[in-house]
């Protein structure tokens, strides 16, 4: 069973994983090799190779753990939370630990073997983001979870395993994590101050200044963020305020699958097909039951968005040593140079 | 000039630099070629090949920028931060910016062409750290500057540059980085609740579990910690409480050299010699005229050690959402694999 525990130097929960990457004596990472076609478990008629389905979209008149579906979610097969058994949160001298209880599935956007979500249509990106809605709100109902955290490691600098089918991951975790934590308190202190919601104001001097828009459309914009972690970062931001990504409703998923394909495709095309990591930050469940004052607040003071995250640089030591991170090219640079990619 | 920007999202101030990696159109970062030693800067007679130095451990009767030196320190060619100038903070709509006013140095461990400190002899670690604590002490003078952080990348997947000769990098900050902040402020949350220091009372609790201790002596502890962030991390912490890496008296500096010497020597003979970073988290300068009851609590409650992380993994999507790590093999086995590493 996997554990949580919590660095008490700095009140941060880290997962202590017992089951990944574990042959003896093994404990690197380097194996660069991608397998073949013929050998993805991800691909429709080859079913059987996954674990049994959790959801999937199908064609009217096929089976459950058949071919004819559109996307399918799967559970992992190497998960860093487990499903079964309760939290039994326990103190050990000084230390805080709970078990690492919580869900991991495996969303394969396409039946065919693309590796790239920008080479998915629109339409199918947006049954994949349908599908994380469906699958959000399904995990929302176990009360054991606080959040559930949407992502994609495309490419193998990304952290993505050696398959490349194209699929995303869902985490439902039993703490908030610490990164939306930090977003969700540093809005509420905005929120607090100006009566306005931070992201809603900073759309509003991009839109404005557009040295940094990347794209834009009635309903978002994508922009490289004014102090960028990471070079050619790119935030997708909704124009129209809410704090729920799976409440944000169905209009909009079409419109995010069109922005989303421009920029994931701009990306590719201008940067040479780069690793990318892409993340849905969105607000934690908010049950009736738990302190309404403050789900009230979370909705009016936090904004949704998708971050994405090209991998063309290494994480040096000063950056992991002080959370000071150096973009080596203006975001006004990169934005341009994206603005101008054709696809 | 390189600028500090913060993320108002989040209150983290980020470098955009200018001056690094910035041939038109080449983004990547993707030369893992390693020169050979007869194009080593960095080697003894070869010092015109690289900035005056600011400061060398001479032999009597070399010259300053001649050979005859065992640790040499030079300014950054790549500086992230510039030394010259004056803050210049200031508002652009909702954002922050000031000039990236800093210092940049690098240290050059050795006159040989070697490239891993594990290979250097303790009494050579002995000298890189005093040269260490001689350059903080004298950054300190300079009133623009909040905090040094002292670390090294080693290896290509570490950051490290493509020249394999052992080096450390010293960067003066203007302002105190989020990490160290976070870690002084859960110190003095610990204090005020117990009247005791934080890594006190961890380092006593893992004396006496011994599980997750890598190495031990009478002045210094090395240990795999309880909530370890990446696999195999270490991290040494003085026995004798103190809140400054640079004020902590000249016998521990030996003693500390051979501890290091120790550990990365295990993590070298074990793991197949991996890239790992190496930092030095101390306190902020604590200069007279600022709030001496602040600085009195800081030296009370905080207490100076290093963390090393060997490079083994990649860190994924999931990790950069959330600020959750996954740390794949739990800290009590790695502890006990390098325990038995014999050096």
Not at 174 to 186: C, S
Not at 250 to 268: D, E, Q, R, T, W
Not at 275 to 298: C, V
Request: with cysteine; charged share 25%.
């Amino acid at each position: 069973m996997p554990e949580l525990r919590k660095d008490p130097t700095i009140g941060r929960w880290v997962i202590i994983s017992t089951e990944r990457a574990r042959r003896p004596g093994v404990f690197f990472d380097i194996d660069e090799n991608t397998e073949e076609e013929q050998d993805c478990p991800f691909c429709e008629h080859k079913e059987t190779q996954t674990p049994a389905e959790i959801y999937a979209v199908r064609n009217h008149g096929t089976h459950v753990n058949g071919p004819g579906w559109k996307v399918r979610v799967i559970p992992s097969i190497k998960p860093f939370l487990r499903i079964e058994g309760n939290l039994n949160r326990r103190g050990y001298g000084l230390y805080d630990v709970m078990n690492g209880v919580g869900a991991h599935e495996v969303i394969v956007e396409t039946p065919q073997h693309i590796a790239n979500m920008a080479d998915l249509s629109a339409h199918q990106i947006e049954l994949v983001l349908q599908t994380h809605v469906l699958r959000i709100n399904d995990l929302e109902k176990d009360q054991r979870f606080k959040y559930v955290l949407a992502y994609k490691n495309y490419g193998y600098l990304s952290g993505g395993g050696r398959v490349r089918h194209c699929r995303s991951q869902l985490i439902a975790t039993p703490v908030t994590p610490v990164r939306v934590k930090e977003e969700l308190v540093t809005a509420k202190k905005y929120f607090d101050f100006h009566d306005r919601c931070i992201y809603c104001d900073m759309i509003q001097q991009e839109c404005e200044t557009e040295s940094r828009v990347v794209a834009e459309c009635e309903h978002f914009v994508a922009l490289t963020p004014f102090a960028s972690r990471f070079t050619f970062e790119v935030w997708i931001l909704p124009k129209k305020h809410g704090c729920d990504f799976a409440k944000s409703g169905a209009p909009g998923y079409h419109n995010l699958a069109v922005m989303l394909k421009k920029v994931l495709s701009k990306i590719k095309t201008g940067l040479n097909d780069p690793a990318y990591n892409f993340l849905i930050h969105s607000a934690p469940f908010r049950r009736n039951g738990g302190n309404s004052h403050q789900w009230k607040t979370i909705e009016e003071d936090y904004h949704w968005h998708i971050e994405i995250i090209p991998r063309l640089t290494r994480v040096a030591g000063f950056e992991k040593g002080t959370g000071f991170y150096i973009c080596s090219i203006p975001p006004e640079e990169t934005a341009k140079f994206l603005r101008e990619v054709t696809v």
